[in-house]
């Protein structure tokens, strides 16, 4: 029988959870800048939790980076010295992944031995399980797709594994939320207005989040494939020397996967679809503002519009220093800030839900 204290023994262990895959995902940006994704060429489940432990095993990894189709064309003049530095920082990747499996499995088969999770809470957990093998075999594969023809991650891939890597994200921080805060036990957090009135403000506040998703995604175009939509315009305010490039007119058969290939077309939807989010969440704020409101409703509104502020801010100093290539610190830090973006607003969905 599960009580408030095995709850938050429970939720305490999913933000262990929601905090590693945190950190993992800006591992992960921090892998794709470097562009280190490629510099294993080989998946080891077992045997590749360890790095190369001697001079012999370093030269055999060099040499089989080397013969990749990355390492034929664009590191051609890589040594060894440098090939290690690309190195560490996907093998931390990797290290980091497989990390997920004790630390969910074992305090996972301790709960359940103590009852201390529902049968229902069982179920969301196993389909988290099901959600993580999911993103390792994507990840699999998106690397694999830069080790045949093409030197680079396919910018498709690489969206894909950013977004199922937030879902897995979004998922269990809302499994946690509910720990630390169940309906049974849940205090109405928006007082104003009728019924109707709350759940046109839930739709609105899910509205805003599905953006955030979106800008996520198109985030991984703007920093991904050989040459990411970033450096080709690193001005601001204007997308190079116009506010709309006249090359999104001229895109020959203009399908949704032609407009994605396209840097300046990448480059207005993902500016756009920013300065809506601004708009959106500060007119959300000003509502929040003018109703009565709990304490820690207000507190993720007040959060939530700093954070875009912070968001823009970020964006803007790090399209503006993509001189030929996306700065590492400045990349990392604004992707780290989508994603807190993404959880003010996520839970502010969950507060504003619940109260319905």
């Known amino acids: 029988m599960t009580t408030s204290s095995s709850r938050k023994q429970v939720g305490f262990w999913l933000l262990i959870g929601v905090v590693m895959i945190f950190f993992q995902v800006l591992i992960g940006g921090i892998t794709r800048l470097t562009e280190s994704g490629l510099s294993i060429t080989e998946w080891n489940v077992v045997m590749g939790s360890l790095p190369p432990m001697n001079s012999t095993e370093w030269n055999r990894v060099y040499d089989e980076y080397m013969q990749s189709p990355q390492g034929k064309i664009v590191n051609s003049d890589l040594s060894l010295s440098g090939f290690k530095n690309i190195f560490w920082w996907e093998w931390i990747h990797r290290l980091w992944a497989r990390l997920f499996a004790p630390v969910f499995m074992i305090p996972f088969l301790y709960f359940l031995f103590r009852k201390m999770i529902t049968r229902k809470l069982i179920w969301k957990l196993l389909f988290v399980f099901v959600l993580g093998g999911l993103q390792g075999a994507l990840g699999w594969f998106m690397v694999s797709t830069g080790l045949t023809d093409v030197p680079w991650v396919s910018p498709y891939s690489l969206c894909a594994h950013l977004l199922l890597a937030t879902i897995l994200f979004g998922y269990l921080l809302w499994l946690m939320l509910e720990q630390f805060y169940p309906q049974s036990e849940f205090h109405s957090v928006l007082n104003e207005g009728s019924p109707e009135i709350r759940k046109s403000k839930t739709l609105f506040a899910k509205i805003i989040l599905a953006i955030i998703f979106i800008q996520l995604g198109l985030g991984a175009f703007m ?9 080709w315009y690193p001005t601001w305010p204007k997308i190079g020397t116009a506010w ?19 840097p300046a077309f990448v480059q207005l939807i993902h500016r756009s679809t920013a300065y809506l989010l601004l708009i959106l969440i500060g007119w959300f704020w000003i509502k929040r503002k003018n109703g009565s409101v709990n304490e820690k409703a207000l507190m993720l509104c007040n959060a939530l519009v700093a954070m875009i502020f912070i968001q823009a801010a970020l964006g803007i100093i790090t399209v503006i220093s993509s001189m030929g290539s996306v700065p590492v610190l400045w990349g990392v830090m604004h992707q780290a800030g989508g994603l807190i973006t993404f959880t003010f607003s996520l839970m502010l969905v969950y507060f504003i839900k619940k109260s319905e």
């Open 244 to 262: 709309i490039p006249e090359n999104v007119f001229t895109i020959t058969n203009p399908q949704w996967h032609t407009l994605l290939e396209s």
């Open 223 to 231: 920093a991904g494939g050989l040459a990411p939509a970033a450096i």
